[in-house]
């Protein structure tokens, strides 16, 4: 049966919040657009007069369809070229969905994609689900046809293996820029010493290239390391510049609500660092130079007003 326009209308009124589920479910941006889109493939080709509450509806198909691409991309990423990273997506972004409360905010964060990672995908389904859209643990429990009870303890475990995984700490944007500011400045002295003062002893810096840009495959762990691998990494270099396209513009920027160090190049975004911060200082260092994971954030890039370029390398 074909579908009339108010049909259209009422799938696309629920894209945004399709497109914010699935991109915390999957961490990456182009997987979500195709989970939305074959659920609304689905919806076109389902009994309309079967479905009683379409939010309900739409919900479930999405989320058991990212269920079953984070266990096919499980299998894929264990032949990944490197480290594997969430795709960060600028302030602005809708797909980054709501972020009224705390734990909204937190569940789209950087630090937490990663971390998200490590849960399996019904707890991943859960905690998202839970805390990032508020959902009650019986309509979660629906969704994924478990018990209500077991969707309390998956939720409960979940919780615990994020905690256990980061200390929450939320800066505004003013705040953010000083970071990024401090960052910079001591990542372009050509000494060690500032570096290893912003960041936390148990300090990580981990590179998702994909095998197509030039990326470490372990993380770098301790200050003194990272401090030594980023003094390199923003030292100018006519090598780098070849191997990039010219010259990088590199600006300040919120990625997934937490400051950024972007790196453009013609307009093109050919790097996203993410920087964890703690009350300690820097914890993580987190850089997406993977191109096929930053072509939404060039297109977003190229829509907003970014201010002039905080260097140039």
């Known amino acids: 049966m074909a579908l009339i326009v108010s049909d259209v ?19 990456s941006a182009a997987e979500a657009e195709d989970a939305v889109q074959e659920t609304f493939l689905r919806w076109q080709a389902a009994d309309a007069g079967q479905i009683r509450v379409l939010e309900a509806w739409l919900t479930k198909v ?47 964060s950087y630090a ?22 508020a959902y009650p643990h019986r309509e979660i429990a629906e969704i994924l046809n478990i018990s209500e009870a077991a969707s309390q303890q998956i939720h409960h475990r979940a919780g615990r293996h994020v905690a256990e995984g980061r200390a929450r700490t939320e800066i505004d944007e003013a705040a953010a820029r000083r970071i990024v500011e401090e960052f910079l400045a001591a990542a372009t002295s050509g000494r060690t010493e500032p570096l290893v003062r912003l960041l936390t002893q ?39 510049r070849a191997h990039i396209g010219g010259a990088a513009e590199i600006h300040f920027a919120i990625a997934n609500g937490g400051p950024a160090v972007v790196a453009v190049v013609d307009g093109r975004v050919v790097g996203i660092t993410c920087l ?12 997406q130079v993977n191109p096929d994971k930053l072509v939404r ?3 977003q ?8 370029a905080l260097h140039t390398l």
């Not at 490197?82 to 709501?98: F, H, V």
């Not at 003194?224 to 006519?238: N, Y």
């Open 9 to 27: 209308d009422r799938f696309e009124a629920a894209r945004p919040r399709l497109e914010a589920i699935a991109y915390r479910l999957l961490g």
């Open 62 to 108: 999405l989320t058991n369809l990212c269920l079953t691409m984070l266990t096919s991309a499980r299998a894929r990423r264990e032949t990944y070229v490197g480290q594997w990273l969430p795709e960060p997506l600028l302030a602005g972004d809708p797909m980054l969905g709501p972020a009224d409360t705390a734990e909204q905010r937190d569940s789209v």
């Open 112 to 133: 937490v994609l990663v971390l998200l990672e490590r849960l399996s995908p019904n707890e991943r389904a859960v905690y998202v689900l839970r805390e990032a859209f």
């Open 202 to 240: 148990d300090a990580v810096s981990i590179g998702d290239g994909g095998g197509k840009v030039p990326a470490r495959a372990k993380a770098f762990e301790g200050a003194l390391a990272v401090a030594t691998f980023l003094r390199g990494l923003f030292k100018p270099s006519a090598a780098k």
């Open 276 to 287: 964890e911060v703690t009350a300690d200082g820097i914890a993580a260092v987190r850089s």
């Open 297 to 299: 954030a060039t297109e």
């Open 301 to 308: 890039w190229a829509a907003a007003d970014h201010g002039s």
